[in-house]
């Protein structure tokens, strides 16, 4: 397992380029975040991996209790001791911050949006309701990356290939904490297959923001959403009782929120929370990794008999998760929710 050693922090200080043109985005649903009161004082959940796999029965039993009840209670929780090394972070923050280097925005430009298939898209967004520059790919079960800088491709695909490991470890902790066995996530989404989307953001952009948003309230599809960053502040996630809270990550954690079609596997025992990105308050330049872990493609997900009853209706229509990503009109990189043309 690897040793926590201090958050990565980034120094760089902020220096818009007023230069650039890009594309704004309708914002005209976004509620603005200062109308909502903030809360530091409730403390997110910590999750150890290593624990949910330890020899000793009794420590894995009272860890599987633990994230069963954190599944159900919260949604979210940061996991700490899953494997994947501080090396690995410091190469994928290294190349991630090579790859936006402000000089070399051109180059950038040849993965601009072209068409529905592309398997990677680089955008510049500003406006009140986002602000950010990203790089997206897909990351599973095909690895689409840029090749360069030199070392990104091989960085990201480390740091992928360790991710991995871990959606395997929770689908089989998650399903032992629903009682069930190891496998059922396994089978119900075809994890083995399963399609997953990452999204590489820098916080403020290379440009001016225009607003407080850097994206703004969402839920995500598929099995869950893990994320890893260089500098805390800016995450907020909304929990059971309304409270905007402040992620604020232990070292090389990795920030774990439940998705949407796990909300409809179980027939919403467990829920996908909204959560956002905020600017306006970033000294530095951050960096995040928000990595989307969907079902396969062809994975036809519904509320699974095991969790319907009289009292416990179906709550949302069943259709693949590719029919799920296209019903609100978006495409298979710039996955969005669909959960509310869904739910019943």
């Given at each position: ?37 903030i809360v530091d004082d409730v ?24 994230i069963g009840r954190v599944c ?273």
């Open positions: 397992m690897a040793e926590t050693a201090p958050v990565l922090v980034n120094h760089r200080p902020f220096e818009p380029n007023p230069i650039l043109s890009f594309d704004s985005l309708d914002s005209s649903i976004i509620k603005p975040h200062d109308s909502i009161a403390e997110i959940p910590t999750v150890d991996y290593f624990m949910l796999f330890s020899d000793d029965l009794d420590e894995r039993s009272k860890a599987l209790e633990y159900k209670d919260f949604g979210f929780f940061y996991l700490v001791n899953h494997g994947i090394s501080d090396s690995v972070f410091e190469g994928v923050f290294k190349g991630i911050s090579d790859f936006f280097n402000p000089t070399e925005i051109e180059s950038r430009k040849q993965y601009e949006k072209k068409n529905p298939t592309d398997r990677i898209r680089w955008g510049l967004r500003s406006s009140p309701g986002e602000n950010r520059e990203y790089l997206k790919i897909i990351a599973h079960p095909q690895y689409h990356c840029p090749t360069k800088p030199s070392g990104f491709s091989e960085s990201m695909e480390e740091y992928f290939k360790g991710l991995r490991e871990v959606v395997q470890g929770l689908g089989k902790a998650v399903s032992k904490a629903l009682g069930f066995e190891e496998c059922y996530i396994e089978k119900a989404f075809k994890l083995g297959t399963g399609f997953d989307v990452s999204a590489m953001n820098l916080y403020p952009p290379n440009f001016r923001s225009k607003g407080s948003i850097g994206v703004p309230d969402h839920t995500d599809p598929g099995f869950f959403v893990s994320l890893i960053q260089d500098v805390n502040g800016g995450l907020q996630v909304f929990s059971n009782d309304g409270n905007c809270i402040n992620v604020n990550m232990p070292p090389n954690a990795i920030f774990i929120n439940l998705g949407d079609h796990l909300e409809i596997l179980t027939n919403g025992k467990y829920k996908s929370h909204v959560h956002r990105v905020v600017v306006d308050n970033n000294k530095v330049k951050r960096i995040s990794v928000a990595t989307l872990h969907g079902p396969s493609l062809d994975a036809f997900v519904s509320p699974a008999p095991e969790f319907v009853d009289d009292s416990h209706p179906p709550a949302y229509r069943g259709m693949t998760y590719k029919q799920s990503l296209q019903a609100n009109g978006s495409d298979e990189i710039d996955v969005q929710s669909s959960i509310e043309q869904i739910r019943l």
